[in-house]
């Protein structure tokens, strides 16, 4: 559909054609959505169940975001069904004041909590138990059981709020196969909620664009007026979407952009190219830019710098790009070509040792990642009492911090890190150190009989010096002598328990992998768009990770803000929209 009309309705004019405005409109809906996500999904749905024409479009092949492979687990609460019928009380004021408490901190002295935006967690803790029961409406099967504090982060201190949405029988993303069904409706996973979304979505008769990336987002003129659609591309065709009363941005946030994760991080170079949730989508901080080039302002950057959560994690598997811990690529999955290897699953960390691009250790290998605040972190647990941080016990875990160090040679970024193990160490793991579990043809994975041999075969797109081979000898060689002395001399590793001795000598992919973005575009309890004057941007919404002031884990949040977008944006009580 082509379509030509006048500036004051949203469309162009000549002074906005000298703006590039589109002349003519490929496509238009009331509400155009931008990412087929956990945000965007019920963003879609509640405005086109409203009476909305709404287009939704997804860069993917398939839609569902990072919450199709994500755990399932959605920490909603401030008093739902659930935690009712489990004597469970809960409710919007409890949970605000536990987002917001500033007395809450981790062992390694981080607050979760005190930088999130009250006006954001307002909104959050009002529209939490309506998100969870518009989701069990919409076909969502949650795993029946009481609420708990499994695979929480950053979800309040006083009750347990955590949902687990069953996997159900769709094919899974990971692997390509339906889960068993003796644990369909027991195991947790963002499959189930997010096919249970896309059925909702195509019933109510959202128009689902897949292969369709947001490019850009037209608005009057650059920096006023309303929002009048967006640019996508469409393997290789350029389209122009009018959005008659709104653009809601559910792009997924921006971890995997690295120019601009290094404004928060200027370690986060180039290397750290295993985002979590890639290859089935990206967080190219489309959407962010997007909204940044109409005068959009950015929010709470400090939740993307506090150590707590999964902002970046300690690798689950080696010998891979993608190994993020809590998932694992299969052959059968729909990107494997684009994942191209499971990885090694780590069951033990005694099993290896881990260096640097110079073959040197610098952090004890047990050690682990930030965490983050969850129902009953903190026990005694008063809000906003100073005793709480008195309470903990001062336990730094410093290992990403180590890794991403660097190498002292004034770049930026720690560079690479290689698990070095031996043949005995696959058999204890029971690895099998072979494609596709490891990542020879790209250069995550190398093997040699000797050690001097494996750090000259180092070489690899982001091996910027060579291993030098006498630095790795000498590595395990002290190594190896810690586990005859029974103590690590240089990072305490708690007696070190297996040489590496055997033949053949390994390899193996195990830098740091990204993920959560917690700071992202400013917006409003509506979720409208805010710009640098802090003034609403017409037209303009945001949730998820691409929308900042809200340090928490995933799903919760991006539901929610999509619900509350999905209304604000069609106008629906209580959210009627500037626009
Ligand atoms: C392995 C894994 C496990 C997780 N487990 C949990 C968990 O158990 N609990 C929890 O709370 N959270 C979990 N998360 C996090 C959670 O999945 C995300 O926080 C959540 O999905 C974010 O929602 P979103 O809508 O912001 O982004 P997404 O769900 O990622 O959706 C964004 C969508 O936008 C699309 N998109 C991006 N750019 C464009 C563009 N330019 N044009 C068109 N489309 C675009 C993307 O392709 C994607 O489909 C997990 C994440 C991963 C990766």
Same mark, same amino acid.
């Given at each position: 559909?082509?379509?030509?009309?006048?500036?004051?309705?949203?469309?162009?004019?000549?002074?906005?054609?000298?703006?590039?405005?589109?002349?003519?409109?490929?496509?238009?809906?009331?509400?155009?959505?931008?990412?087929?996500?956990?945000?965007?999904?019920?963003?879609?749905?509640?405005?086109?169940?409203?009476?909305?024409?709404?287009?939704?479009?997804?860069?993917?092949?398939?839609?569902?975001?990072?919450?199709?492979?994500?755990?399932?687990?959605?920490?909603?609460?401030?008093?739902?069904?659930?935690?009712?019928?489990?004597?469970?009380?809960?409710?919007?004021?409890?949970?605000?004041?536990?987002?917001?408490?500033?007395?809450?901190?981790?062992?390694?002295?981080?607050?979760?909590?005190?930088?999130?935006?009250?006006?954001?967690?307002?909104?959050?803790?009002?529209?939490?138990?309506?998100?969870?029961?518009?989701?069990?409406?919409?076909?969502?099967?949650?795993?029946?059981?009481?609420?708990?504090?499994?695979?929480?982060?950053?979800?309040?201190?006083?009750?347990?709020?955590?949902?687990?949405?069953?996997?159900?029988?769709?094919?899974?993303?990971?692997?390509?196969?339906?889960? &068993? !069904?003796?644990?369909?409706?027991?195991?947790?996973?963002?499959? @189930? #909620?997010?096919? +249970?979304?896309?059925? $909702?979505?195509?019933?109510?008769?959202?128009?689902?664009?897949?292969?369709?990336?947001?490019?850009?987002?037209?608005?009057?003129?650059?920096?006023?007026?309303?929002?009048?659609?967006?640019?996508?591309?469409?393997?290789?065709?350029?389209?122009?979407?009018?959005?008659?009363?709104?653009?809601?941005?559910?792009?997924?946030?921006?971890?995997?952009?690295?120019?601009?994760?290094?404004?928060? &991080? !200027?370690?986060?170079?180039?290397?750290?190219?295993?985002?979590? @949730? #890639?290859?089935? +989508?990206?967080?190219? $901080?489309?959407?962010?830019?997007?909204?940044?080039?109409?005068?959009?302002?950015?929010?709470?950057?400090?939740?993307?710098?506090?150590?707590?959560?999964?902002?970046?994690?300690?690798?689950?598997?080696?010998?891979?790009?993608?190994?993020?811990?809590?998932?694992?690529?299969?052959?059968?999955?729909?990107?494997?070509?684009?994942?191209?290897?499971?990885?090694?699953?780590?069951?033990?960390?005694?099993?290896?040792?881990?260096?640097?691009?110079?073959?040197?250790?610098?952090?004890?290998?047990?050690?682990?990642?930030?965490?983050?605040?969850?129902?009953?972190?903190?026990?005694?647990?008063?809000?906003?009492?100073?005793?709480?941080?008195?309470?903990?016990?001062?336990?730094?875990?410093?290992?990403?911090?180590?890794?991403?160090?660097?190498?002292?040679?004034?770049?930026?970024?720690?560079?690479?890190?290689?698990?070095?193990?031996?043949?005995?160490?696959?058999?204890?793991?029971?690895?099998?150190?072979?494609?596709?579990?490891?990542?020879?043809?790209?250069?995550?994975?190398?093997?040699?009989?000797?050690?001097?041999?494996?750090?000259?075969?180092?070489?690899?797109?982001?091996?910027?010096?060579?291993?030098?081979?006498?630095?790795?000898?000498?590595?395990?060689?002290?190594?190896?002598?810690?586990?005859?002395?029974?103590?690590?001399?240089?990072?305490?590793?708690?007696?070190?328990?297996?040489?590496?001795?055997?033949?053949?000598?390994?390899?193996?992919?195990?830098?740091?992998?990204?993920?959560?973005?917690?700071?992202?575009?400013?917006?409003?309890?509506?979720?409208?768009?805010?710009?640098?004057?802090?003034?609403?941007?017409?037209?303009?919404?945001?949730?998820?990770?691409?929308?900042?002031?809200?340090?928490?884990?995933?799903?919760?949040?991006?539901?929610?803000?999509?619900?509350?977008?999905?209304?604000?944006?069609?106008?629906?009580?209580?959210?009627?929209?500037?626009?």
């Amino acid at each position: 559909m082509r379509d030509t009309a006048s500036a004051l309705d949203g469309s162009p004019s000549a002074g906005a054609q000298a703006l590039q405005i589109p002349g003519e409109w490929d496509r238009e809906a009331d509400i155009v959505v931008i990412g087929a996500g956990a945000t965007g999904l019920p963003a879609a749905i509640v405005a086109r169940e409203a009476g909305a024409s709404v287009i939704l479009v997804e860069v993917e092949r398939d839609i569902g975001g990072h919450a199709i492979i994500s755990g399932g687990n959605i920490p909603l609460g401030g008093g739902t069904s659930v935690q009712k019928k489990h004597g469970i009380e809960d409710s919007p004021d409890l949970l605000f004041r536990d987002l917001t408490d500033w007395s809450v901190v981790g062992p390694n002295g981080f607050p979760d909590y005190r930088y999130n935006d009250r006006e954001i967690i307002r909104a959050f803790a009002d529209n939490s138990a309506a998100t969870f029961e518009w989701l069990l409406a919409r076909g969502v099967v949650f795993v029946d059981k009481a609420p708990d504090a499994l695979g929480g982060n950053s979800v309040g201190n006083s009750v347990p709020r955590e949902m687990h949405c069953a996997v159900m029988d769709w094919p899974m993303a990971h692997n390509g196969e339906p889960a &068993d !069904p003796a644990v369909q409706r027991i195991r947790s996973s963002g499959n @189930g #909620m997010m096919r +249970s979304l896309e059925v $909702a979505a195509r019933k109510a008769g959202v128009q689902i664009l897949l292969e369709h990336r947001m490019t850009r987002i037209w608005r009057q003129t650059p920096n006023s007026g309303s929002v009048l659609g967006i640019a996508v591309d469409h393997m290789g065709a350029k389209l122009n979407i009018r959005a008659r009363k709104g653009v809601i941005i559910g792009t997924g946030g921006s971890t995997g952009n690295v120019n601009f994760r290094r404004m928060f &991080d !200027p370690r986060l170079t180039e290397e750290y190219c295993g985002l979590a @949730g #890639m290859p089935w +989508s990206d967080q190219d $901080a489309r959407g962010e830019l997007a909204a940044m080039a109409i005068g959009a302002s950015l929010w709470g950057f400090y939740n993307q710098t506090g150590e707590f959560g999964s902002n970046v994690t300690k690798p689950g598997s080696v010998g891979c790009q993608y190994n993020y811990r809590h998932l694992q690529w299969m052959p059968g999955s729909p990107v494997f070509d684009r994942a191209r290897a499971t990885g090694l699953r780590v069951a033990n960390w005694q099993d290896l040792i881990l260096v640097n691009m110079l073959g040197k250790r610098f952090y004890d290998e047990t050690g682990g990642q930030y965490i983050a605040n969850n129902y009953n972190s903190l026990d005694p647990y008063v809000q906003g009492s100073y005793l709480n941080a008195r309470n903990l016990t001062w336990n730094p875990n410093n290992f990403l911090n180590a890794a991403l160090a660097g190498i002292d040679d004034g770049h930026n970024g720690g560079g690479p890190i290689w698990a070095i193990f031996d043949s005995d160490a696959v058999a204890r793991e029971e690895w099998t150190p072979t494609p596709p579990y490891v990542d020879i043809a790209a250069g995550f994975f190398f093997a040699a009989n000797r050690l001097a041999d494996l750090a000259e075969k180092i070489v690899m797109k982001y091996q910027r010096v060579p291993m030098p081979p006498t630095n790795l000898e000498e590595t395990v060689a002290r190594y190896n002598s810690f586990v005859d002395s029974g103590a690590d001399e240089d990072f305490g590793k708690p007696t070190p328990m297996y040489k590496i001795a055997k033949p053949p000598f390994y390899a193996a992919w195990a830098t740091p992998v990204v993920h959560d973005t917690r700071a992202g575009l400013r917006i409003n309890a509506k979720c409208q768009v805010i710009d640098l004057n802090g003034e609403i941007i017409p037209g303009l919404y945001c949730g998820g990770e691409s929308a900042g002031g809200f340090s928490q884990h995933g799903l919760a949040r991006a539901a929610c803000q999509g619900y509350i977008a999905g209304n604000a944006a069609i106008g629906a009580p209580p959210f009627e929209s500037a626009v």
